[in-house]
């Protein structure tokens, strides 16, 4: 029988759940950092199992303790893995269990019992004291690479490699620093408590397990479905379907009306207040020339404008491929209202680019037609208006 392992820091814990099972007939034989391998044996109710620490180097017990443990009673089980690299598995406890209700105990010494789990304190402190500023340090980074280029983040394209990353790296501190933590106060009960602790209830500590590793399996399940979604996964629908109003400025506004309803897709992130792509006009014939007016507009409204100011300088780049337009006044128009307007026309296809900056908003429009984007201006910054408001 297999079960996931308690953590070995919570020593009382682990081993009243190790005795409680031995008094059901199961008796551990080996205690990995996440599996714990149990085999059938005779039920037994007075079975001790105690838990030392390994010591520096790790390893198994040399065969002079044995010897005289077993003398005293107590025989060797196993020893629980802390961590494996290229030099083997280094281990944290070993575990001993003895059978006659009669044996003394094996650290009788509470001084010497309490020295015994120095190194377990030291890599303890360390994994507070470094863990968490290089856990810091990666949670910057990957908010940096948010601020910086947040498009695909406004657009719930890249959940795994964001907040799914964020939960694991959260988790992982969290584990670290709770098990150290709690490590450090059962330490500190040495120092006060005659008898040693030796058993303490282990519900809390199973349900601990149960959550982190649930945690972990949630994240890599959703993590592992995202690489099979597509890139623009969620369809078009009529605006008339939407409850609100929709962030965009019709053809019929511009003069040039199209003959079906314009469509248009809302996006939800933790990252931005509201993400909207729409289009509208004869998109089907396309790639056939077709000559029919149409328009396709990505409208954010993002928390900080200070990140607007990031994704306008992303919006521009996504333009690059056709035209260097950097910092050329040539392309900046002057539009009472917008913080910043950007505006190109491709003589060659007929297409007209818009981009306005007001505040927290960016409005990205893309117009082949008769009308003249920039005879229109008003009625865009009356739109990022409104829905600013709103």
Known sequence: MRKLALDPME???????????AAQGWYVESYGRNL??????????????????????????????REAYREMGWTYVCSTVGSRNFGGVRTEFHIWRCEDPAATELDTDQTLREEAYGDLLRRGWRNIWLGVPLAAVALALMLWLVWDRPRGYLLDLRTSSTPLMLCCHGLLVLHLISRSVRLIRFTRQLRRQEPAPQRAPWGWARARVWVFQGLYALILL?????????????PYLPVSQYEGAV??????ELGTPAAEEAEAVDFHSFWGKAAWWTLEGDYEHLEEG??????????YSLRFPSMAKNLEAQMLKRWSFAIDIGEDPEFRV??????????????????????????????????????DLREHLDSYVTMLERFRQG
Do not use: N
């Not at 959703?222 to 969620?234: A, E, N």
């Not at 077709?290 to 409208?299: I, K, T, V």
């Not at 910043?340 to 082949?368: C, I, M, P, T």
């Open 11 to 21: 020593v009382p814990a682990v081993q009243a759940w190790l005795e409680d099972w």
């Open 334 to 371: 002057s539009v009472p209202g917008a913080d910043s307007a950007w505006y190109w026309r491709d003589e060659l296809k007929g297409w007209q680019f818009l981009l306005l900056r007001r505040g927290g908003q960016v409005l990205d429009v893309s117009y082949q037609g008769e009308a």
């Open 36 to 65: 714990v391998s149990f085999a059938r044996g005779e039920r037994r109710e007075h079975i001790r199992y105690r838990l030392q620490p390994s010591g520096p180097q790790g390893g198994e017990p040399d065969q002079d303790t």
């Open 247 to 252: 962030p965009y400025v019709s053809l019929a």
């Open 290 to 299: 077709g000559d029919g007016p149409r328009c396709s507009a990505e409208y």
């Open 222 to 234: 959703v993590m592992t479905g995202s690489l099979f979604r597509p890139y623009d996964s969620r």
